[in-house]
């Protein structure tokens, strides 16, 4: 802790707010401070061996987090993306310039986004935010879910489920496997079988309305800003290309 605050430093504003980390939690306050990237940062970026273990972004925000005690695995999903976007900004400043594709007529070309003009997701006022646990009824099968938003540590570990899978040929399930780690309880009934089981088995009218709903409910940075193309306003997903912490390595 010491080193990092050797280094200059901004406190940035959460997409969550801080709602649902609990009062004692220090990123109650809705903000967390990060330092300026270094060349260590860029180190960790063009570690070949923490890219192949899928774990360079979480070894990154590690480094750049000063909030005393936090670690990227504590922060909701959509709080991780606020800090990587406000981290690329301290480190190389807001412009990203990027190639995308016309949908329309397929024509590649490079446009310049500004990721300071990117807002936070604005959250539902009916969903209940004070704990990280969350009730529906769902539309078919009439069950209650009770389920809670993934953090950083959920996403770890769903992505080890997934490769383990792959590794013995077994195929992937992004979908139930994110659903296993989501729902906490059935009909309140907490058993991992029992919630592993209904997954397994839930009609996907109900998987799909489920996953709407935690959609919506979800903190985040919307990374979608509308561009010009063929003379209309056209709504392009921000792409996330090996450029966006590397501004000018096609220089």
């Known amino acids: 802790m010491a080193?990092?605050?050797?280094?200059?430093?901004?406190?940035?504003?959460?997409?969550?707010?801080?709602?649902?980390?609990?009062?004692?939690?220090?990123l109650s306050s809705g903000k967390i401070e990060i330092k300026y990237m270094t060349a260590k940062e860029e180190d960790i970026l063009t570690s070949q061996n923490l890219i192949k273990k899928g774990v360079v972004l979480d070894v990154l925000l590690d480094s750049l987090i000063l909030t005393e005690g936090i670690k990227s695995d504590d922060l909701l999903l959509g709080d991780k993306n606020g800090i990587m976007i406000a981290s690329r900004i301290l480190a190389y400043g807001p412009e990203y310039l990027v190639e995308i594709q016309?949908?329309?007529?397929?024509?590649?070309?490079?446009?310049?986004?500004?990721?300071?003009?990117?807002?936070?997701?604005?959250?539902?006022?009916?969903?209940?935010?004070?704990?990280?646990?969350?009730?529906?009824?769902?539309p078919i099968s009439k069950c209650k879910i009770k389920y809670k938003l993934l953090t950083g540590v959920d996403e770890k570990n769903?992505?080890?489920?997934?490769?383990?899978?792959?590794?013995?040929?077994q195929g992937t399930s992004e979908i139930t496997t994110r659903l296993k780690h989501s729902i906490i309880e059935v009909d309140g009934k907490s058993?991992?079988?029992?919630?592993?089981?209904?997954?397994?088995?839930m009609l996907s009218k109900?998987?799909?309305?489920?996953?709407?709903?935690?959609?919506?409910?979800?903190?985040?940075?919307?990374?979608?800003?509308?561009?010009?193309?063929?003379?209309?306003?056209?709504?392009?997903?921000?792409?996330?290309?090996?450029?966006f912490f590397w501004p000018d390595v096609t220089a």
Not at 8 to 13: A, G, L, Y
Not at 108 to 132: G, Q, R, T, V
Not at 161 to 168: G, H, L
Request: hydrophobic content about 35%.
């Open 191 to 201: 058993e991992i079988g029992i919630i592993n089981t209904f997954v397994d088995n």
């Open 158 to 169: 769903i992505i080890k489920e997934s490769q383990a899978r792959m590794k013995f040929g």
């Open 102 to 138: 016309n949908p329309v007529t397929g024509e590649k070309f490079e446009h310049n986004f500004n990721l300071a003009d990117c807002p936070f997701k604005e959250l539902p006022e009916d969903a209940d935010y004070s704990i990280n646990e969350f009730m529906m009824e769902l």
């Open 206 to 243: 109900d998987s799909l309305a489920l996953r709407n709903e935690m959609n919506r409910i979800t903190p985040d940075i919307i990374l979608i800003q509308d561009i010009e193309m063929e003379g209309e306003m056209v709504k392009v997903n921000i792409p996330m290309t090996t450029n």
């Open 3 to 26: 080193d990092k605050q050797k280094f200059p430093s901004e406190i940035i504003d959460l997409p969550s707010g801080g709602k649902l980390y609990g009062k004692d939690n220090p």
